[in-house]
């Protein structure tokens, strides 16, 4: 097809849309080629650009012809506008996976628990180990803090039967779990500290803690909305107070204002009175 030929005679901008079927359905049947030899070309700028267009670019391309300038002749954008609309459609699957880019984020606990627990550490001079002791908060997030914390090391194999297990076979690792009464209970550096800095309690004497703890924060915020209402009622009182007094006071004005009227009557009558 000798499109030089065709551009002899152009066409209006209103006959693009419709001109375009034409182009598009060579594109379609393999008249006009789009992919050779595995590259991207435009068939209708053959020896003017590049032939080894990525799709992006190539649609770019397209698109960009299709909307040009007045330079452009009807023709060219009608057959870009189909080449524009033959890779949307029949080449979508040449567009290229754009890969995200992954930035590692700095693990960096929220604020609320930043301090969730300190380090307290001590040296075993009897199989050159060093102990350290993590104390999580004494409420119910630190309890399921430190549950978490024990779960992690029983995940890997690394939990308080793993670290009996070690004694009789030992390596170099690390080994966690919570402390508990035989823990609190035991000789050394570990129990003292235990027995010294911490205390023996159960989950439901936690949920009773945790449970007190929001009843007094329930209590002192009914305590604030009692006294609120206190001084709501309070000044509800003085204003109907003062209300009442400026009601007073216009109504004693309008009296006096009657009878200072009621009184210049009178006085206007009785002077013409005299008259007669």
Same mark, same amino acid.
């Given at each position: ?37 595995? &590259? ?5 700028? $053959?020896?003017?650009? *590049?032939? %080894?267009? +990525? ?93 978490? &914390? ?5 995940? $890997?194999?690394?939990? *308080?039967? %793993?670290? +009996? ?112």
């Amino acid at each position: 097809m000798d499109h030089s030929s065709e551009e002899e005679s152009d066409i209006s901008e209103s006959e693009i849309e419709d001109y375009k079927d034409k182009p598009l359905e060579d594109l379609r049947s393999g008249n006009l080629k789009v992919k050779v030899n595995g &590259f991207l070309r435009c068939p209708f700028c $053959a020896g003017k650009k *590049k032939q %080894d267009y +990525k799709y992006k670019d190539l649609l770019q391309h397209a698109t960009g012809v299709s909307k040009g300038s007045a330079s452009r002749s009807g023709k060219q954008k009608a057959n870009h506008l189909a080449l524009a609309r033959y890779l949307e459609i029949e080449l979508a699957s040449e567009a290229e996976q754009t890969p995200q880019l992954v930035v590692p984020q700095p693990i960096k606990p929220p604020p609320e628990q930043q301090e969730l627990f300190s380090f307290c550490t001590f040296w075993n001079e009897e199989d050159h180990s060093t102990q350290a002791i993590i104390r999580f908060n004494r409420d119910w997030d630190g309890f399921m803090n430190a549950t978490r &914390f024990e779960q992690l090391f029983d995940n $890997a194999n690394r939990g *308080k039967k %793993d670290w +009996k297990t070690r004694k009789t076979q030992p390596e170099s690792s690390i080994y966690g779990w919570r402390a508990r009464a035989d823990d609190h209970d035991s000789d050394g550096p570990i129990g003292e500290y235990i027995r010294r800095e911490g205390r023996l309690t159960t989950i439901s004497a936690i949920v009773q803690e945790s449970n007190e703890s929001r009843n007094t924060v329930v209590a002192h915020l009914a305590d604030k909305i009692d006294e609120a209402n206190k001084n709501l009622d309070k000044l509800h009182y003085n204003f109907n107070e003062k209300n009442m007094s400026l009601r007073r006071m216009l109504e004693e004005k309008d009296k006096l204002h009657y009878a200072f009227v009621e009184g210049m009557f009178l006085s206007i009558c009785e002077h013409r009175a005299s008259q007669y």
